[in-house]
């Protein structure tokens, strides 16, 4: 089977390697469509990640050098690239209950030719309907994320919202803030093909931050009042910057972006300073939730997946470029580490 994997920092191949022996409760997925993580999986890849040197206690809640530094977080020449994949099951172990060779499903896993995922108590594997669409199920990981920003953002009907960073995670937190009643949606990013994709997607005006200040104009647009919940998902120190100028005082900023340390020029001592925002950082992973016990990180996935697949969301347009298995070494390289101005999300279809 064929696997792409980082060989070095931001080099990635298609390496051939043995297929594994199937579990007798796990199944083997025929992988047909897949897509990576265009977020924290891209600092992995670039080699530096925290995790390559550090571990994250959840004791200390911080980061802690790992307990043997010559085992790293992150190996290359091991570490397989990829978030999600559609495909069918065509194999299954003697133990597996609730599933079928033929069946359709999704999961989390590797850009691969198969997929082996244990198949016995796992929410993450999950079927998909007739008309559920592949590119809104490559979006599972993402949705959570977006989801989980606009619920720590509070967006209630009638607020003034802004997104900042229309990749995946802000194309869709710009509809679940249309959806939820937002009666104005600014999306920000200076890529056009993305402002023209989040304006389908129910922004009702988008900005580019690169020939405007956004912070201002945003303001203009609430007649000086900026609006209740700004969502930052780029994690640009400037974006960060135009967030604090253009929320209302008292609002919210989700601030989703796993960001980079930020260059000289962001300056709280501005509108940050005068404001009296809520800076959040959101992370729907994180446990326990915000809104625990109502909320946890399984209901977050459930909620996401019902809205993918009952076409409340619609992901299509957001998955773009699509490139074949073949070419997605240099793909991957090209439209997620080099030149992600040239893409949203990457999709992978196989065979």
């Given at each position: 089977m064929k696997t792409l994997i980082a060989t070095e920092p931001r080099k990635a191949e298609l390496i051939e390697i043995e297929a594994p022996v199937l579990g007798e409760e796990e199944v083997r997925i025929d992988v047909e469509f897949s897509a990576p993580?265009?977020?924290?999986?891209?600092?992995?890849?670039?080699?530096?990640?925290?995790?390559?040197?550090?571990?994250?206690?959840?004791?200390?809640?911080?980061?802690?050098?790992?307990?043997?530094?010559?085992?790293?977080?992150?190996?290359?020449?091991?570490?397989?690239?990829?978030?999600?994949?559609?495909?069918?099951?065509?194999?299954i172990g003697n133990k597996v209950n609730g599933f079928s060779v033929g069946d359709r499903v999704c999961t989390y896993g590797p850009i691969s030719d198969t997929v082996i995922v244990n198949a016995n108590n796992n929410h993450r594997l999950l079927k998909m309907p007739e008309s559920g669409k592949w590119q809104n199920a490559v979006c599972y990981d993402p949705a959570q994320f977006a989801l989980g920003?606009?619920?720590?953002?509070?967006?209630?009907?009638?607020?003034?919202?802004?997104?900042?960073?229309?990749?995946?995670?802000?194309?869709?937190?710009?509809?679940?803030?249309?959806?939820?009643?937002?009666?104005?949606?600014?999306?920000?990013?200076?890529?056009?093909?993305?402002?023209?994709?989040?304006?389908?997607?129910?922004?009702?005006?988008?900005?580019?931050?690169?020939?405007?200040?956004?912070?201002?104009?945003?303001?203009?647009?609430?007649?000086?009042?900026?609006?209740?919940a700004y969502i930052e998902t780029s994690g640009i120190g400037s974006a960060l910057q135009d967030a604090l100028k253009g929320i209302g005082y008292g609002g919210t900023i989700a601030y989703i972006a796993f960001a980079k340390p930020f260059p000289e020029g962001l300056n709280f001592g501005r509108e940050a300073h005068f404001?009296?925002?809520?800076?959040?950082?959101?992370?729907?992973?994180?446990?326990?939730?915000r809104d625990?016990?109502?909320?946890?990180?399984?209901?977050?996935?459930?909620?996401?997946?019902?809205?993918?697949?009952?076409?409340?969301?619609?992901?299509?347009?957001?998955?773009?470029?699509?490139?074949?298995?073949?070419?997605?070494?240099?793909?991957?390289?090209?439209?997620?580490d080099q030149s992600p101005n040239l893409s949203i999300k990457l999709g992978v279809k196989h065979g």
């Open positions: 993580k265009h977020g924290t999986e891209v600092v992995d890849f670039r080699g530096i990640s925290p995790f390559i040197d550090e571990e994250f206690s959840e004791e200390w809640r911080s980061f802690v050098p790992r307990k043997d530094p010559s085992k790293k977080g992150i190996v290359f020449g091991e570490f397989k690239l990829g978030n999600m994949v559609v495909g069918k099951i065509i194999e920003a606009v619920r720590d953002a509070n967006i209630k009907p009638g607020d003034c919202v802004a997104v900042s960073g229309l990749g995946a995670i802000g194309q869709i937190a710009i509809q679940l803030a249309k959806k939820t009643g937002a009666s104005l949606v600014v999306g920000v990013d200076p890529i056009e093909h993305r402002r023209e994709i989040a304006l389908e997607g129910g922004a009702d005006i988008c900005l580019d931050p690169t020939s405007c200040d956004a912070g201002y104009e945003i303001k203009k647009l609430t007649n000086k009042q900026g609006v209740d404001n009296n925002a809520n800076l959040v950082f959101s992370r729907a992973a994180s446990e326990p939730n625990y016990p109502r909320w946890d990180r399984k209901r977050i996935e459930r909620t996401c997946w019902e809205l993918l697949m009952n076409g409340h969301l619609n992901c299509e347009k957001i998955i773009d470029p699509i490139v074949s298995f073949k070419d997605s070494a240099d793909a991957y390289m090209k439209y997620v």
